[in-house]
């Protein structure tokens, strides 16, 4: 049982491993975290140790292998912050200023008197010609045109800031 014990003794292995990590480390830290990791990885697989071979030789791998694993998960943590960089780069601006506004455009529209909203809804939206649309709302081609055009300087009123909606309001970031 003694020899068994001499066989595997860790302790006296640990300056060589930690001369050997400060080698692959170059960071005394680093080293010291190196040869704590190797030493759990060597408890944890102590069963896979063949009697009779080097320990010294045996620790020694763990200790390469350990620092392997680490540059390459190192590696692999920089190109998964570069991508999430690059997407991050890629995102585009909140658009809640934008929907704010657009919802107060159409509140605007929908506030136009009734005769105006269907006159220009089916001139803009319905992509009517002016004959096409004043033959829809059995009217005259002229009071159409003049119902669409005080539609059109309304809402630009609306735009301009000498009439606004109700209750919806860009806060900050715009031109107040």
């Known amino acids: 049982m003694d020899r068994n014990r001499r066989a595997f003794d860790v302790i006296g292995q640990l300056t060589t491993l930690r001369r050997y990590a400060r080698s692959l480390a170059r960071n005394a830290t680093d080293a010291e975290d190196l040869v704590h990791d190797a030493l759990v990885r060597a408890y944890e697989r102590r069963a896979t140790f063949r009697p009779g071979a080097s320990l010294r030789n045996w620790l020694l791998s763990i200790v390469h292998n350990t620092h392997v694993d680490r540059v390459r998960s190192s590696a692999a943590r920089t190109r998964r912050d570069d991508v999430t960089m690059m997407e991050t780069d890629l995102s585009y601006a909140a658009g809640q200023e934008h929907s704010v506004h657009l919802a107060q455009v159409r509140e605007a529209f929908l ?16 992509d009517l010609s002016y004959q096409e649309a004043a033959d829809t709302l059995g009217i005259p081609v002229g009071t159409l045109m003049s119902r669409v055009s005080r539609a ?8 301009d800031g000498t009439r ?11 031109n107040d």
């Open 152 to 159: 059109r300087a309304n809402l630009r009123a609306f735009e």
């Open 164 to 174: 606004k909606p109700s209750h919806l309001k860009i806060v900050g970031g715009g």
């Open 111 to 126: 506030a136009l008197p009734e005769e105006q909203r269907e006159a220009l809804h089916l001139v803009a939206v319905e």
